[in-house]
């Protein structure tokens, strides 16, 4: 009879000695963290703030084997994303981290906090396990509402607002497909597999970038809390990306009780990303509209107004009377499916 | 090429489509939990709060094929077990959940917002995955700090002052041994393996109650908050027992800088512990100080207070000045070795 999941370990000296006690004096000396080494952070907002949790699975979000660094970073930023969503400031972050023996857990730890850093969120508290399986992060992540700033919220869009993306759809989804098909991160970049040696130059850039937006998204955090602040009442719905825009779109209509008309047409595509599906047999719109994993944000505004030029989104639609998602394309107006990816069927 | 992770649904209905926003829309008509839905939580906590995060994993912290609405109660324990050791009020907690394909989710998420009624926390947010490899759950807590109370901190012991232990230790670990020698919970009980059969009545009673103790604890909420309101400047330090006394008390010397000695014979047992290991071949001592799991408080207090007699408390040593902890065994003081339960090492 043996115990399930951990083994005892005995040693001796001042400082922690089991390795979680030890990892966390390693992360305390290196990166300051005054938070950590309680049974629970102790925190004070004055103002509102928001909460999100998210995960990676390895094998599940993204091939076994990546760098640790690179998932670490990923699941931090699909975390942001959420917060951006919201209109909010990233502030605190908690991470659950399970992993297999021989883990190495500074790789991960160190380029977590790292990338924290640069969105100004301190690393508070957190969890060490053992998962056989691989690596399997859970963090979650709080943020407060900016000084003059209201939440952005998913029912805030109304009939007559021009609907917005604020970066492209579908490369994300292709570099998924890529990443299945045999492209790998290595040494900080993109190695493409050998069926794709035939490409030319300019496709193979594309694939490669298409596999880095997959690996490392860059969530919207400017744009949510400019958002945020403008729409003191005056602004729109807000989501991200992150199950397909078809799906996510038909999050938005209904938490709002609208309908919505999205132009083919406008939606933004990564430089030549419509080329290299052609080369790969994928269907472009199918990728944009049900890809997922776009982490842009999705949002409306009353027609008079559109966000600064700085951060790129591109006007895709409008919001209707009615509860109809439709879909204008080559002139015909159809309905749009609730296409997406669902998290819950294998 | 397949993309990883998740399908592709298409259907159709006012009502979230995909399983997800299914889920979501059953927790929110039959719970309420207004705070499900958008991209994170919208909150706002007047008082300080504390945050903590825990997770469980199949076959690591509990055996396969555990009843989900077991597992999800005892995820939401020991997080609440977090929170007492603070002297946290628990108000609010997010549930990132990974599940394998056909899993009832319904009876996780079910059984977790009950058990959550029961301690006045509120569901606010969460996400869903699919894993594989089998139910891998984790749950962070939000708590507030108590009117007229402080926080419990480990670093609060000082020399001269008694060490306390809010329960009985060891027959946690003694459960776990039960289960992967072939005890199971089956339709609300335990039922032992045939090679148990030959014990005694009560000694099969005592085995049931460590299984049960092992996958159901009981966190020490209102003892975290009657001491959180003593403690204003007059307490000591305090932490959950969860990788073992031993190693425990090693953290709470280091974090307040001070050793201690720890009584042998003081230490509280489960009724027949001592008899039911000396059957199974299990060392009771070993498995009190090292086995972990336990979820009882482990605190301090100036020599001449003691916690009501309704918490069940039970003295078992003193803080001291230095930095060695030791145990008094058969009249011999000894060095205690930092022994428990490491997270880390397979």
Same mark, same amino acid.
């Given at each position: 009879?043996?115990?399930?999941?951990?083994?005892?370990?005995?040693?001796?000296?001042?400082?922690?000695?089991?390795?979680?006690?030890?990892?966390?004096?390693?992360?305390?000396?290196?990166?300051?963290?005054?938070?950590?080494?309680?049974?629970?952070? *102790?925190?004070?907002?004055?103002?509102?703030?928001?909460?999100?949790?998210?995960?990676?699975?390895?094998?599940?979000?993204?091939?076994?084997?990546?760098? #640790?660094?690179?998932?670490?970073?990923?699941?931090?930023?699909?975390?942001?994303?959420?917060?951006?969503? *919201? !209109?909010?400031?990233?502030?605190?972050?908690?991470?659950?981290?399970?992993? #297999?023996? !021989?883990?190495?857990?500074?790789?991960?730890?160190?380029?977590?906090?790292?990338?924290?850093?640069?969105?100004?969120?301190?690393?508070?508290?957190?969890?060490?396990?053992?998962?056989?399986?691989?690596?399997?992060?859970?963090?979650?992540?709080? !943020?407060?509402?900016?000084?003059?700033?209201?939440?952005?919220?998913?029912?805030?869009?109304?009939?007559?607002?021009?609907?917005?993306?604020?970066?492209?759809?579908?490369?994300?989804?292709?570099?998924?497909?890529?990443?299945?098909?045999?492209?790998?991160?290595?040494?900080?970049?993109?190695?493409?597999?050998?069926?794709?040696?035939?490409?030319?130059?300019?496709?193979?850039?594309?694939?490669?970038?298409?596999?880095?937006?997959?690996?490392?998204?860059?969530?919207?955090?400017?744009?949510?809390?400019?958002?945020?602040?403008?729409?003191?009442?005056?602004?729109? !719905?807000?989501?991200?990306?992150?199950?397909?825009?078809?799906?996510?779109?038909?999050?938005?209509?209904?938490?709002?009780?609208?309908?919505?008309?999205?132009?083919?047409?406008?939606?933004?595509?990564?430089?030549?990303?419509?080329?290299?599906?052609?080369?790969?047999?994928?269907?472009?719109?199918?990728?944009?509209?049900?890809?997922?994993?776009?982490?842009?944000?999705?949002?409306?505004?009353?027609?008079?107004?559109? #966000?600064?030029?700085?951060?790129?989104?591109?006007?895709?639609?409008?919001?209707?009377?009615?509860?109809?998602?439709?879909?204008?394309?080559?002139?015909?107006?159809?309905?749009?499916?609730?296409?997406?990816?669902?998290?819950?069927?294998?």
């Amino acid at each position: 009879v043996s115990t399930v999941g951990k083994r005892r370990t005995s040693t001796a000296g001042k400082r922690g000695t089991g390795g979680e006690d030890r990892l966390t004096d390693w992360l305390r000396s290196r990166y300051g963290l005054p938070l950590l080494g309680d049974d629970a952070a *102790m925190l004070r907002l004055r103002r509102p703030f928001a909460v999100t949790t998210d995960g990676q699975i390895e094998g599940v979000h993204f091939p076994a084997g990546l760098d #640790p660094a690179v998932a670490s970073r990923r699941l931090l930023a699909v975390n942001l994303s959420d917060l951006a969503a *919201m !209109g909010a400031e990233p502030r605190y972050a908690f991470l659950a981290l399970a992993v #297999p023996p !021989g883990f190495d857990h500074r790789r991960f730890l160190g380029a977590f906090v790292t990338a924290c850093g640069r969105h100004g969120v301190e690393l508070a508290g957190g969890d060490l396990a053992r998962d056989p399986h691989g690596l399997h992060a859970v963090a979650t992540l709080l !943020g407060t509402l900016p000084e003059g700033g209201r939440w952005l919220r998913r029912a805030g869009a109304r009939p007559g607002q021009r609907l917005w993306l604020s970066g492209s759809v579908g490369e994300s989804a292709l570099g998924a497909r890529l990443l299945a098909g045999g492209a790998a991160w290595s040494s900080g970049r993109v190695v493409l597999p050998p069926a794709l040696a035939a490409l030319g130059a300019g496709l193979r850039g594309a694939a490669r970038r298409a596999v880095s937006r997959h690996l490392a998204p860059e969530p919207a955090l400017a744009l949510g809390t400019w958002l945020g602040r403008l729409q003191g009442g005056r602004g729109g !719905g807000a989501l991200d990306v992150s199950d397909g825009l078809a799906r996510d779109l038909h999050r938005l209509c209904r938490e709002s009780g609208c309908g919505a008309t999205l132009e083919a047409k406008a939606l933004p595509q990564a430089p030549r990303f419509e080329a290299l599906c052609e080369e790969l047999r994928f269907d472009p719109l199918e990728l944009a509209l049900a890809g997922g994993e776009d982490y842009v944000l999705l949002f409306t505004l009353p027609a008079r107004l559109a #966000p600064p030029a700085e951060f790129g989104c591109i006007a895709i639609g409008r919001i209707e009377k009615g509860n109809d998602v439709k879909i204008e394309r080559d002139g015909a107006i159809l309905p749009l499916a609730d296409l997406g990816w669902d998290h819950l069927e294998g």
